[in-house]
T-cell receptor, first 114, second 111 residues
Framework: DAGVTQSPTHLIKTRGQHVTLRCSPI?????VSWYQQVLGQGPQFIFQ???????GRGNFPDRFSARQFPNYSSELNVNALLLGDSALYLC?????????????FGDGTRLSIL | GQQVMQIPQYQHVQEGEDFTTYCNSS?????IQWYKQRPGGHPVFLIQ?????EVKKQKRLTFQFGEAKKNSSLHITATQTTDVGTYFC???????????FGKGTTLSVSS
């Protein structure tokens, strides 16, 4: 079975632009979470979605938004990009809502802001 | 906010030596998860500990959850070059919706 897939793998943007990152969970997984990982740090929680509803939100500004589609895939949108948004964006899926079960991560999208 | 602290930040060992990383929290944790991230890769789930004083083993890896459920450790016996990577502990946030990751311990192994 395919794991969590994310696209694109790499992206270069300039300040002020917006970006959309995409994630397809493992087949049968209904929960998708987004994390931001800055170099040298652990992943930081951004959002969790389950059955198309937002179930959790981390300490990120309103420039960050996300949604989940009927097929359980998800998009993360970031507006008005800042240099500090440069990071690896990870998507994780699990069968159930919440994070009290193993999270299966994708390879991530590496976003660079110039 | 809730935090988990990991030490050491970096550890270099000779192949065959043992390695231990520690994870500490000021608050009682409902559970703790451990992940490994290889250089250039993504975090991969290793194990979850739930019970006070729990000890679990996976081949050369031993995971412990403290009696007070405020600390955890990962011990690797006789390290191999395949053990290279960053090991993260992660705790559930109060709402149960997200994992709070430590900063990780990066292990390098020379043969």
């Amino acid at each position: 079975d395919a794991g969590v897939t994310q696209s694109p793998t790499h992206l270069i943007k300039t300040r002020g632009q917006h970006v959309t990152l995409r994630c397809s969970p493992i087949s049968g997984h209904k929960s998708v979470s987004w994390y931001q990982q800055v170099l040298g740090q652990g992943p930081q929680f951004i959002f969790q979605y389950y059955e198309k509803e937002e179930r959790g939100r981390g300490n990120f500004p309103d420039r960050f938004s996300a949604r989940q589609f009927p097929n359980y895939s998800s998009e993360l949108n970031v507006n008005a990009l800042l240099l500090g948004d440069s990071a690896l964006y990870l998507c994780a899926s699990s069968q159930l809502a919440g994070a009290s079960q193993p999270q299966h991560f994708g390879d991530g999208t590496r976003l660079s802001i110039l | 906010g809730q935090q988990v602290m990991q030490i050491p930040q970096y550890q270099h060992v000779q192949e065959g030596e043992d390695f231990t990383t520690y994870c500490n929290s000021s608050t009682t944790l409902s559970n703790i998860q451990w992940y490994k991230q290889r250089p250039g890769g993504h975090p991969v789930f290793l194990i979850q500990l739930v019970k006070s004083g729990e000890v679990k083993k996976q081949k050369r890896l031993t995971f412990q959850f403290g009696e007070a459920k405020k600390n955890s450790s990962l011990h690797i016996t006789a390290t191999q070059t395949t053990d290279v990577g960053t090991y993260f502990c992660a705790a559930l946030n109060q709402a149960g919706t997200a994992l709070i990751f430590g900063k990780g311990t990066t292990l390098s192994v020379s043969s």
